[in-house]
Structure formats: C-alpha cells, structure tokens
Antibody
Framework: QVQLVQSGAEVKKPGASVKVSCKASGYTFTSYGISWVRQAPGQGLEWMGWISAYNGNTNYAQKLQGRVTMTTDTSTSTAYMELRSLRSDDTAVYYC?????????WGQGTLVTVSS | QSALTQPASVSGSPGQSITISCTGTSSDVGSYNLVSWYQQHPGKAPKLMIYEVSKRPSGVSNRFSGSKSGNTASLTISGLQAEDEADYYCCSYAGSSTYYVFGTGTKVTVL
C-alpha cells in the first residue's frame, strides 16, 4: 500500500532553517510528483510547490520563492523540503503528498514550530 | 493569488443533501477542469474525495459528487452521515505561474 512517512516535529528559532523528509513506499517513486502543502494552526491548506521525482524539476509558490528548496533522493525514495529564514508565521503542519494535479496520498504531517 | 472562496460553514441533518461552493476566477476554476476536493477530520491529513471536477477515487462513497459551472465548482454530499462532519477544501490549477490554489475551507456540521 502507498505510504508517505514524514520526519518528526521540529522547533526552530526565527532565522533558522528546517528540512523535512518524506519517505515513500508502495509505488514506483519516480512515476509521481511530490507536492508539499502546509497548514498553519487553525487555518486552511496552503500549496507550497511540487517536485518531479522523475527529473527533479520544481515549481514553487511565488510567496516562498527564494526561501524554499525541494529535492528528492531516488535511491531511498525520499523527498525533502527545506525552508530557510524561518519566521513565526511559518509555524505550521507541513504535509508531503503524492501527485501534482491530483494529490491522492498524504503523509502524516510534520509540525514545525518557529519560536524564540 | 488569492485563495478560492468557500462558505465558512454548511450544516445539514442526517440523510439530507448539502452543497459546498468553491468560487474562483477565469484564471483558475473557470479555465481548467483540474478541481479537486479534500476532506479533513481534526488532527488528520486531508483525504481526496473528488478530482478533475467530478471523478471519484476508488473507495470514496458515491454520496460525494462534484460539478462545475463557470468560475464556481461545487461538492455535493447526499445522504449526509455523522462521519461526514469534517472540513472540506477545494483546490484548482491556476496556470503555469501560480500553479495551485486551495479554497478557504468549509466546516460541515451534521446536526
């Protein structure tokens, strides 16, 4: 069965960076893109961007351009999302998910807390 | 790119039908048949309910249906059940510069 297992919760100080991992199993990793979506506490879903697991091509939300980098390691079927220059409003649950136009499987989410 | 507009809340009694709207613009919902709907229970990851406007993934109840007219997409839940109480989000492709935008979310309450 398809599974996306994310790394554990993180607490970071403003200005720091965080890197969240997402290990995929149960399907051919390079056949699907990986999307990243975040959800601030009590708020809605926000699309962050996606990466092709086939060739590494990326597309990022305009508001995150310059601060976010998405990568994959096809040897371990793992996707990564790094967010730099963290601010308090980056506090959120970060989800990885399979697919781009249609996101059909989601990871369990990783809580990233930014606090001084 | 602004979020797609959804009603904050919709409620209905068991067995009734409800419809959630998702209003965008001619740059997103109105231009592409790439609207999806997600159900999210508290503390859980979202679950895909509808994709490409009206297609239902395997395993999703046929009580859920989707449609689109102009710049507005809709999700209808018929035969409302207690387990349908959750937050629902629409999502649309918005072109090659913005890519994807989610709706503001709708809390469905089963009375």
């Amino acid at each position: 069965q398809v599974q996306l297992v994310q790394s554990g919760a993180e607490v970071k100080k403003p200005g720091a960076s965080v890197k969240v991992s997402c290990k995929a199993s149960g399907y051919t990793f390079t056949s699907y893109g990986i999307s990243w979506v975040r959800q601030a506490p009590g708020q809605g879903l926000e699309w962050m961007g996606w990466i092709s697991a086939y060739n590494g091509n990326t597309n990022y939300a305009q508001k995150l351009q310059g601060r976010v980098t998405m990568t994959t390691d096809t040897s371990t079927s793992t996707a990564y999302m790094e967010l730099r220059s963290l601010r308090s409003d980056d506090t959120a649950v970060y989800y990885c998910a399979r697919g781009v136009a249609t996101i059909d499987y989601w990871g369990q989410g990783t809580l990233v807390t930014v606090s001084s | 790119q602004s979020a797609l507009t959804q009603p904050a809340s919709v409620s209905g009694s068991p067995g009734q039908s409800i419809t959630i709207s998702c209003t965008g613009t001619s740059s997103d919902v109105g231009s592409y048949n790439l609207v999806s709907w997600y159900q999210q229970h508290p503390g859980k990851a979202p679950k895909l309910m509808i994709y490409e406007v009206s297609k239902r993934p395997s395993g999703v109840s046929n009580r859920f249906s989707g449609s689109k007219s102009g710049n507005t997409a809709s999700l209808t839940i018929s035969g409302l059940q207690a387990e349908d109480e959750a937050d629902y989000y629409c999502c649309s492709y918005a072109g090659s510069s913005t890519y994807y935008v989610f709706g503001t979310g709708t809390k469905v309450t089963v009375l």
